[in-house]
């Protein structure tokens, strides 16, 4: 099964309006925060692009609320590839697929990193492998992309905040359509 932009804008329109699970704003606002991070940053269109997105396997793979708090880690960024390949190319989905990825090594190489995140951020982090060893912070930085990993995740942590004043779903269309490989959009 494939995703198509339009089948994305429905899905958060079905299904954006639910809380990000322990933070004060929905799956919906977390996506146009992280986005508009991205793009407020001078990110290129791919990359704005995986910032709305990183998060979409939440929604498909609907565990409900605060899944982490029940020991159950939802292989997020996983869950969505393969809805979205035949649709985008790997400037999208390697930043999506590796943004936990990137958490973990953050909190391998920054200390104060692990220090800011939330309850949540930091059950899932235990859930999803816990924090790298420095072999495997070092493996993970060699990796092509993870800088772009590295960057998203940062935008993702930023995009928690109530109220904070995002363009709509609709400014993200054009771009989504511009990093589209397949004709049908």
Known sequence: MSMTIPGIRELFD???????????????????QTAALAEGAG??????????LHDLGHLL????????????????????IPFLRPLFGDEVLDPIRLHVDAKRYLCATRP????SLSEDSRRSL???????????AARFASRPGADRAVALRLWDDAAKVAGGATPPFGHFLAL??????????
């Open 126 to 136: 235990a859930l999803q492998g816990g924090v790298y060893s420095p072999a495997e």
């Open 176 to 185: 989504l359509a511009s990093v589209a490989r397949n004709a049908a959009r």
């Open 43 to 52: 990110a290129d269109a791919s990359l704005v692009a995986a910032s709305l």
């Open 112 to 115: 104060a990193y692990y220090e």
């Open 14 to 32: 079905a299904k954006g309006d639910r809380m990000y699970s322990g933070e004060p704003v929905t799956q919906l606002e977390h996506a146009l």
């Open 61 to 80: 793979n609907d565990q409900g609320e605060t899944p982490t708090a029940r020991g159950i880690d939802d292989v997020h960024q996983y869950i969505a």
